[in-house]
């Protein structure tokens, strides 16, 4: 997926190389889930409960069961290298969540703070994992056709954190791919998939992964990345600017473009205004004015707003 978006950028700025440059930024991205300094005792609970699974094979259970413990290990894991965070190690049987994606009522969280004090509780509400299909057709030089199913295997955990008061302060659903088999398909026959009972292991690697990237949602993100822009025609200010990453002048020069009665020109500012903000570390001005771009049929948004989604 990442080396399509690259390519679709390449592609677009090539088809407007006459018009367009490209930034690189090297920058930190503030924290998706701001918390305050006092806010640093940390419990975690696992709420996943496996009866709530439409399924009922033992081995396959089993498998859903280990993969949302690794994925309540792997934060807690995260949370211990973290020496802004003091982990409090309370209980989770009490608080299994009677219905999908339940979230806990703020009576349930000042009763795991009366047992066990906390600033932050952070909890895994729900585990999935399941398997991605897709077959390849292939022709050899005699004309015979051939066809594989090549699966992938994804984990999903949904998170939350809350307060000592009970408010929720994020929800976020992290999920971690990975290849996993192929088998031929005979007959023109789908093929007949893996099963997941069998897959265990490589389903408790990638939980693992959900949970410990969870805890990176509480501090800044360095990040590093290439933007296409518009620098020419009329834009040649705006873009010396960003060049030289004077990113105050560039929006000053570029907001009265962005309000121009030209279409494209308002529709080409508004798109690099919201590169300027993503370089900036402000995502909310970046998607606002992504969006602006895309309501006027900007080419380049409608790649940058789903980059921008991933913060």
């Known amino acids: 997926m990442k080396k399509a978006i690259r390519l679709l950028y390449v592609v677009l700025a090539a088809v407007q190389v006459s018009c367009t440059s490209v930034l690189f930024v090297d920058t930190t991205m503030p924290a998706a889930v701001p918390v305050a300094q006092e806010q640093w005792k940390v419990a975690v609970i696992n709420r996943n409960n496996p009866q709530l699974q439409e399924f009922n094979q033992a081995k396959k259970t089993a498998v859903f069961e280990a993969g949302a413990n690794h994925a309540f290990l792997g934060a807690i894991d995260a949370i211990l290298e973290d020496d802004t965070y003091d982990l409090v190690?309370?209980?989770?049987?009490?608080?299994?969540?009677?219905?999908m994606n339940g979230k806990l009522s703020p009576e349930q969280v000042q009763d795991v703070y009366f047992r066990q004090p906390h600033h932050l509780l952070l909890a895994l509400e729900h585990f999935d994992t399941y398997f991605h299909q897709e077959t390849v057709r292939e022709q050899d030089e005699d004309g015979d056709v051939s066809k594989t199913a090549y699966y992938t295997l994804a984990v999903a955990s949904t998170w939350a954190l809350y307060d000592s008061t009970g408010q929720q302060l994020d929800r976020f659903i992290l999920i971690q791919e990975a290849p996993y088999q192929s088998r031929g398909v005979i007959s023109g026959l789908l093929a007949i998939g893996p099963a997941m009972a069998n897959a265990g292991p490589a389903v408790n690697d990638l939980a693992w992964h959900t949970g410990n990237r969870y805890w990176s949602r509480l501090s800044p993100q360095p990040v590093a990345f290439a933007r296409p822009y518009y620098s020419a025609k009329g834009f040649g200010a705006a873009a010396g600017a960003m060049a030289v990453q004077d990113w105050q002048k560039a929006i000053s020069l570029?907001?009265?473009l962005a309000e121009s009665s030209n279409r494209k020109e308002a529709a080409r500012a508004?798109?690099?205004?919201a590169v300027v903000y993503e370089a900036?570390?402000?995502v909310e001005q970046a998607r606002h004015w992504a969006s602006e771009a895309r309501a006027r049929k900007e080419k380049f948004s409608l790649?940058?707003?789903p980059e921008l989604g991933k913060y």
């Open 89 to 99: 190690f309370t209980d989770s049987l009490n608080y299994r969540t009677p219905v």
């Open 254 to 256: 570029l907001e009265p």
């Open 270 to 273: 508004a798109y690099n205004l």
């Open 280 to 282: 900036m570390g402000n």
């Open 303 to 305: 790649v940058l707003l």
